[in-house]
């Protein structure tokens, strides 16, 4: 079997705020790359990556989709993986999961609206797993598009060094193509073939200065990526060739040193191929990115797993998706070795074999079945039973385990009840499916009400998996308002001791342990557990029994229930006796503990606050403020785009429910506000009172 040439394979995702053209772009790639034969358009609901009914309906991108084209580019054929991502914040787990496994990223600016609020968290997710990144300023064809403004809120917004490698011919309704800052040349898009073709045009007369002014600061963003590109920048600029450019520039990019910027508008097929051509020549394959590294589960050793179809098989499942007809679908980045259709995996999470009894390639919900996929691949598999997003699989002979995917905890929640004992039944099937697919959907059971209560990221991610219910597995279901995600958190620092003493003939229970427990360090999440206990007063064997105890007490505070997301922890002493201790009497007693400690150290509640821009025409902006004012708003600034203002802040979530309702009648439908979770703040003691009064009688902590 021949091996993939791995130097002409790209993953690469495409991601940006909503609005801002993804999908549309995705298409116009699909269709110059020859893999479809007319346009899909996402207003029209044709677009063959926004595949599901939801999205077809509202125009908008709920789950990331996955394609493959090949793009011929320098006489070579490359293989471009592709996802195209939601730009909605309440489906930021799409955009998650997918940076964490691509080598590369086209993150898309709306010539208008610049870097807007998830373009900045895309740009951190990027940051996180650092994808070398090209920016493309999209949409050059609308009205107050501004190539410089958008360069300008990159370098200012993001924090990062935005170098043109196209300038655009025009703009608004006279865009009519750009000019290559590397070859020195302009081309323009001919409209009879939909942008297919294009030609050779000269550099406008108005244009030459600029050109010259911008590509003297291209080669100087670059040259020190490159000797021979330095001496000739400093003695003969003029002799600097095509290629010493472009290998300079793929150096700075995959070293995130720049971001190459390009321009177009897909809408109006116009920029796609050098988009394209771009993709091959500065992003990065699965060669040029570093070996992944995982632990031994056994060893606890550090392994590199290096981007070759020799070594053993290495790939981290990113999705999971429920499919009609094929059953559970598994999404997967192969990171190293090869795997064979029929073959046994390890899933290092429960050290079980499981069979791929197919392998597919994806293109958006179509598949193509495939007999191996190789290192540096993206593929799906059918046949997985017990799998989860972040799962390690391996080849039962090498087992590792990767470093996981994290996500977002929920910050809405709603009630939700069948309608009909019929329905009763499926629902729980149903939702154990959707919640399969989607790590930041949570589901649990009041244990006052007996009711279901779903958890999600926002008003708009519920509604959408409400409706999949009804439509994907008939299930009709009433549900409640929604309610916010509160949490807990101790703001004293106490010393308490607990003893656990349980005499019930035979053996009895026995435990005792002295505490500190009080506020975690600043910037630490979860339980911080220090152990200093001395002279044996508790066999080492029993403290990770405590520290268990006191982890999960964290998930029901004593207040009202709620989770805490950080506590410090440090054992101080305790005792034992020789007959009656056992690992299940130490957790029991720090569970104790934990109630009467907590109790003591000053409790608080938390609430989730919101980060919010609304963009809304001047006259409106007295009204808009003043409204903010009355839900507990703060005002942080105020800035001009283009004829409108922008109004950033941050608001508590609770107080923002039914907000798109009110800002429409507020602004006569002008204005639009975009939101995304921030933190969570100490709530108010008239908001805590509330809130507890609601919960009163629950059971603090289960034992």
Known sequence: MAETDLNITRNIGIAAHI????TTTTERILYYAGLTHKLGEVHEGTAIMDWMDQEKERGITITAAATMVYWKYNNRDYKIN???TPGHVDFTVEVERSLRILDGMIALFCAVGGVEPQSETVWRQSNKYKVPRIGFINKMDRVGADFFNVVTQIKDKLNAHPVPLALPIGSEESFRGVVDLVENKAFEWDEESKGAEYKEVPIPDDMIELVAEQREKLVEAVAEYDDKLLELFLDDPDSITKEDLMKAIRSATMDIKIIPILCGSAFKNKGIQALLDA????LPSPLDVPPVVGIHPKTDKEIERKADAKEPFTALAFK??????????TYFRVYSGRIEEGS???NNRTHKKERLSRLLQMHANKQKPLKKIEAGDIGAAVGLKDIRTGDTLTDTGHPLVLENITFPDPVISVAIEAKTQADADKLDIALGKLAEEDPTFKIHTDEDTSQTIISGMGELHLEILVDRLKREFGVDCNQGPPQVAYKEAVTLTVRHKETFKKQSG???KFAEIEVEVGPADEGETGLQFFDKVTGGNIPKEYIPSIQKGFKSAMTNGVMAGYQLNSL????LDGSFHSVDSDQQSFEICALLAFSQACRKAKPVLLEPIMNLE???????TGSVVSDLNKRRGKIEGIDYKGNAQVIKGSVPLAQMFGYVTQLRTLTSGRAYSTMEFSHYDKAPENVEEDVLSKVQGKVNVEL
Request: with cysteine.
């Open 19 to 22: 609005d801002a053209g993804k």
């Open 82 to 84: 592709i996802i195209d």
């Open 279 to 282: 993709t091959c020549a500065y």
């Open 320 to 329: 999971i998706m429920t499919d009609p007809f094929v059953g559970r679908l």
């Open 344 to 346: 046994y995996v390890l």
């Open 506 to 508: 035979g053996h009895g």
């Open 568 to 571: 410090k922890v440090t054992l």
């Open 614 to 620: 609304v963009v809304t025409p001047e006259e409106y």
